[in-house]
């Protein structure tokens, strides 16, 4: 697959630079620039990056970025089998639990939410950072939901770090993932706060509570530039062709007009020639 000259593969986190010594020098560098790839259109082309996350781990299996990167695209095409199986091989790797809670919501993806509510209660947790630990309360509760559990998922996702006025990476998508819960339990007034409260603290844009909060409060965007091209558009598509339509249509009723004349002319004549041979006669 193509890559633009721009990527180098010098983009990759240290760490991941430091896995790819291991291979050859100018292997090294395809892989790097592949999985650079992988990162860059991972969120506006899922498709795109899961392709070259195939040509990185044809070129380096045994590495265990390029099947962590692989992982996480196939998790974004949903292709979740495929996505548990690169998220344990990397594991197994690593020996990290960083990758629990997303291959804890793979069995989700795969119809088996039983199976993301045991993982959420494995010794694993434990040795996760926050922002892990966050992650996989989210996991949980969809997992909750996933089984008709809706009272259950609200509960799960009450927690100290709900409840923090602190904001951190994960705070946006904790609150949204309460407001949805309440929603969904028709505690309408309840789910408006913590929409709110989502927007606050969602400074990157990650989640759409702006538009869920609007929708509670009976507000509907419009969007100007559709405006704006339908009205740039009319003159040319509609008042233009109209405009030459009646042109036509007059020239064809002139047209029309003359040859009706012309008639009345003839006729005349033949009639006053008619008349003048009779006299003759």
Known sequence: MPIPEDVTGDELDKDVKQELQSLPKTLAEDVARNLVMVARLIDEDPEGAYGYSR????????????REAAGFAAYANQKFSEALAEFRAARRMTGTVDLWP???????????????????????????????????RLVAAGARRDMGQLDAAIVTLQSPELASSAVHPWTARLRYAYADALLEAGRESEAREWFAKAVESDRDGSTDASDRLAELDGVEFVDALDEDAADEGEPVIETAPEAGEDADAEADEADADADAEERQEGTGRKASESVEDGDEV
Do not use: F, I, Y
């Open 55 to 66: 040509v990185a781990l044809r070129l380096a299996s045994r590495v265990a970025a390029v």
């Open 102 to 136: 997303v291959m804890a919501d793979c069995e989700r993806g795969l119809g088996r939410p039983e199976k993301a509510l045991d993982m959420a209660g494995a010794a694993e947790v434990h040795r996760l950072d926050k922002a892990g630990q966050v992650e996989m």
